[in-house]
């Protein structure tokens, strides 16, 4: 009984450092590619370092971490082909999933979608992007809630920490992204209000394909940065020529 209990605190434990460790990961306060120390992590946590490993491979299985043999363990670093083909993967996902909300539980759908836009005209008015993104996420996730198939449901939670997690990495490093993402929501609440079906679809296409433009446009600016010296990345930030 002994061995069982100390069992289930163990796996509590790691999933509780799970939990912190995907929202530092998701909320962007580690960064893409960072390297992650179970040494580091276990004296921060002020936790041995059993937890810290079981949830770093909790966390690679949802795609957050990668394991590099005789290297280390870092933040997921993703190439141009894998944004495409997640952004891919959300596309055929979410479309669909809009379709089933809108015949099936529309009035949810829709109360859930304006909550999230209120609550993104609130963050926008305080330049709060981390509450932005919240709410952007929780409106595209609407759909899910309410399509009324869970199999399409699971299928996205496979995705959606690899999917938060870019969208604050990458999504917000354009000055005029955060007011066109709010038209566009905006503009799909009217649509989907007046159940326009193929409206619906175009849109939705529009959104996440634009999003993925901007997530490899983003990525392109990392890897330039990446390889600046010192000197230029100094001026690049004080808005001086390099």
């Known amino acids: 009984m002994a061995h069982t209990t100390s069992g289930r605190k163990s796996s509590s ?3 509780d450092v799970a939990r912190r460790l995907r929202a530092a990961i998701v909320d962007g306060d580690f ?3 960072e390297a992650l120390s179970e040494d580091g992590l276990a004296s921060a946590l002020g936790v041995s370092r059993t937890p810290v490993r079981e949830a770093l491979r909790m966390l690679q299985l949802q795609g957050l971490v990668e394991v590099v043999p ?3 363990t870092y933040v997921f ?3 141009e082909d894998e944004i495409f083909e997640l952004c891919e993967y959300r596309t055929t996902l979410e479309v669909r999933a ?3 909300a809108l015949e099936r539980n529309p009035g949810a759908a829709l109360a859930t979608m304006r ?11 305080d330049n709060n992007t981390k509450a932005y993104n919240t709410a952007d996420t929780a409106f595209h996730e609407a759909f899910f809630a309410q399509c009324g198939n869970r199999y399409l449901s699971d299928a996205y939670q496979m995705s959606l920490a690899r999917v938060s997690a870019l969208r604050v990495h990458l999504t917000f490093l354009a000055a005029t992204e955060p007011m066109r993402s709010f038209d566009e929501h905006q ?3 009217e649509i989907f209000a007046a159940g326009r079906t193929d409206e619906l ?5 529009s959104h996440i394909m634009r999003t993925r433009e901007n997530y490899l446009k983003a990525l392109r600016a990392r890897a330039a940065r990446g390889a600046e010296s010192k000197t230029q990345g100094l001026r690049r930030k004080l808005g001086l020529s390099t």
């Open 70 to 72: 005789k290297s280390g």
């Open 31 to 33: 960064d893409l590619g």
């Open 115 to 125: 909550t999230a836009v209120a609550t993104m005209t609130e963050a926008l008015a």
């Open 77 to 79: 670093q993703p190439t």
């Open 13 to 15: 434990l790691a999933s």
């Open 98 to 100: 809009a379709q089933l």
């Open 187 to 189: 503009r799909i609440v």
């Open 201 to 205: 679809e175009e849109i939705l296409k």
